[in-house]
């Protein structure tokens, strides 16, 4: 696309507030990878000014009456230990962390609307019960799953128990060896299908589960009623002689038109140019043209080249797990990420084995202040003020000047891509194989080596930010604000 074009559709994805304020998932099935890995893409989108917390959790132990407070007054039997987790946060959103835990359970989401009544409706009738369940779902998740499939059916388990809010969502809940999209509908209906290990699966804002089968267990999974409530709402016939199909019967209409965004990133996976037929691009999942890696997927995350962009000045990370079965989770589950816009920023390797995450990836909190809902609801006088001894700060400022001029940065942006992730993939066998031979007889010095080199690495990549921020901005003539001296 030239460079004129390419700048006109990023200005204009800014002004569609449906688009830009969205989210966008890829998420590719083991056999559909080059290294046999699980890979989940996800792009984190939203308005406003923002800052994003990056942080380590470790295991936390409650007392036999503890209990988990939700955000809007319901409560939840907490459990005696809950797992660790490498956590992104966004604070002041509900629906917008990233997380994963020691287990490679990692989980994100996207806004997908449903065909619903309103909050107040769903009160009354009993279908959202004390206050329901929105924030906590994913925290959740990865404090109490080992895998994948139990996270989907703890997830299933609150949706049930206390509704859904606020529309609908479609949240990616993975491992090392599998991934589903958990679509769940505002109230107590959710439906979830796991991706073929053989197809790559695009998430954008739209409800992509279609036609279900709830016989085979290993592939689907639904509230035990979600067919049922349906026939009562008079959303499916059961006459009409077709197979139940969630997205037609919940999806918020209409339900039928391929989503652009899907139709770009399913041309990227297939290598394909041409629009697909209407019936193919509304399929589940497709098959790679080759297989994928974690550069491929995000390639796919910075696409500026469609009709609407997938990465815009809106997006706060870009995200790929790497989530490998042939190693000790805390070395074969990688959390690589970028700080603010993946077309602007560098990407850094993230793993789970790693103890801490440096100081300049967060706002100074504690443990317990940085979990609880007060603080991420209510974020401290300062949270959102520019400091540029911040890695987010940093990476957002040099978007920010990429943007005044994309057509002449943009270039200086991929080399310096290039050449540092590149080194960086290059390496990446090597510090895994120093990392595993430290596993066998010293776990403790793999997570220290691991915390180090992720530190370091991280260190470089906001380095390289400075370098091209002082690129790209203006020196300004000595004295040249200076007051002149009166004669």
């Known amino acids: 696309?030239?460079?004129?074009?390419?700048?006109?559709?990023?200005?204009?994805?800014?002004?569609?507030?449906?688009?830009?304020?969205?989210?966008?998932?890829?998420?590719?099935?083991?056999?559909?990878?080059?290294?046999?890995?699980?890979?989940?893409?996800?792009?984190?989108?939203?308005?406003?000014?923002?800052?994003?917390?990056?942080?380590?959790?470790?295991?936390?132990?409650?007392?036999?009456?503890?209990?988990?407070?939700?955000?809007?007054?319901?409560?939840?039997?907490?459990?005696?230990?809950?797992?660790?987790?490498?956590?992104?946060?966004?604070?002041?959103?509900?629906?917008?962390?990233?997380?994963?835990?020691?287990?490679?359970?990692?989980?994100?989401?996207?806004?997908?609307?449903?065909?619903?009544?309103?909050?107040?409706?769903?009160?009354?009738?009993?279908?959202?019960?004390?206050?329901?369940?929105?924030?906590?779902l994913r925290r959740l998740v990865v404090e109490r799953a080992k895998n994948a499939r139990e996270g989907v059916r703890l997830a299933g388990q609150l949706v049930e128990r206390f509704g859904y809010v606020f529309s609908g969502?479609?949240?990616?809940?993975?491992?090392?060896?599998?991934?589903?999209?958990?679509?769940?509908?505002?109230?107590?209906?959710?439906?979830?299908?796991?991706?073929?290990?053989?197809?790559?699966?695009?998430?954008?804002?739209?409800?992509?589960?279609?036609?279900?089968?709830?016989?085979?267990?290993?592939?689907?999974?639904?509230?035990?009623?979600?067919?049922?409530?349906?026939?009562?709402?008079?959303?499916?016939?059961?006459?009409?002689?077709?197979?139940?199909?969630?997205?037609?019967?919940?999806?918020?209409?209409?339900?039928?038109?391929?989503?652009?965004?899907?139709?770009?990133?399913?041309?990227?996976?297939?290598?394909?140019?041409?629009?697909?037929?209407?019936?193919?691009?509304?399929?589940?999942?497709?098959?790679?043209?080759k297989k994928m890696t974690v550069e491929a997927v995000l390639e796919i995350l910075r696409d500026t080249g469609g009709s609407v962009p997938l990465c815009t000045p809106v997006t706060q990370e870009g995200t790929v797990f790497q989530l490998r079965a042939d190693m000790p989770v805390p070395v074969g589950c990688v959390y690589w990420r970028t700080t603010a816009a993946p077309y602007t920023s560098l990407l850094t390797p993230w793993y789970v084995g790693v103890t801490s995450t440096p100081s300049h990836y967060s706002r100074p909190a504690t443990i317990e202040q940085a979990v609880s809902l007060d603080h991420h609801f209510q974020p401290p006088m300062g949270t959102f003020d520019s400091d540029s001894t911040l890695a987010w700060w940093k990476f957002k400022r040099l978007q920010d000047l990429v943007c005044e001029d994309f057509g002449n940065r943009a270039a200086n942006v991929r080399a310096a891509q290039a050449a540092f992730e590149g080194e960086l993939f290059e390496r990446q066998p090597a510090v895994e194989r120093k990392a595993l031979e430290l596993w066998r007889t010293d776990r403790d010095g793999a997570r220290r080596y691991l915390t180090e080199y992720c530190a370091d690495t991280a260190a470089q990549a906001c380095r390289e930010a400075d370098r091209m921020t002082a690129q790209f901005t203006p020196v300004r003539r000595k004295n040249a604000d200076a007051p002149k001296a009166s004669k």
């Not at 700048?7 to 056999?31: D, F, K, M, N």
């Not at 689907?220 to 349906?230: E, M, N, S, T, V």
């Not at 990133?265 to 497709?286: H, I, K, T, W, Y």
Request: proline share 5%; charged share 25%.
């Open 1 to 136: 696309m030239p460079t004129r074009l390419l700048l006109i559709a990023i200005l204009t994805a800014c002004c569609l507030p449906s688009r830009a304020w969205a989210c966008y998932a890829v998420i590719v099935g083991r056999e559909a990878s080059i290294d046999g890995s699980v890979l989940v893409g996800h792009n984190e989108q939203n308005g406003g000014r923002r800052i994003l917390n990056f942080r380590r959790i470790p295991r936390r132990q409650f007392r036999e009456d503890a209990v988990v407070q939700l955000h809007r007054g319901g409560r939840l039997e907490q459990v005696p230990e809950t797992w660790s987790y490498l956590w992104s946060e966004n604070p002041g959103l509900e629906f917008s962390d990233a997380y994963i835990n020691e287990w490679g359970v990692s989980i994100v989401s996207d806004s997908c609307r449903t065909r619903e009544d309103d909050y107040a409706a769903l009160v009354a009738r009993g279908e959202i019960r004390n206050g329901g369940i929105g924030y906590m």
């Open 169 to 289: 969502r479609s949240y990616v809940i993975a491992d090392a060896r599998e991934a589903w999209v958990f679509a769940a509908v505002e109230g107590r209906r959710w439906a979830a299908q796991r991706v073929p290990d053989d197809r790559v699966v695009i998430l954008p804002n739209v409800h992509i589960i279609g036609e279900t089968d709830f016989s085979d267990a290993t592939n689907f999974l639904a509230a035990p009623d979600l067919i049922d409530y349906a026939v009562r709402r008079g959303w499916f016939d059961p006459d009409g002689g077709e197979p139940f199909n969630f997205r037609k019967a919940y999806g918020a209409r209409p339900v039928d038109q391929p989503d652009p965004r899907r139709l770009r990133g399913r041309q990227l996976v297939m290598g394909r140019d041409a629009a697909e037929s209407s019936n193919d691009s509304l399929s589940f999942g497709v098959e790679p043209e």
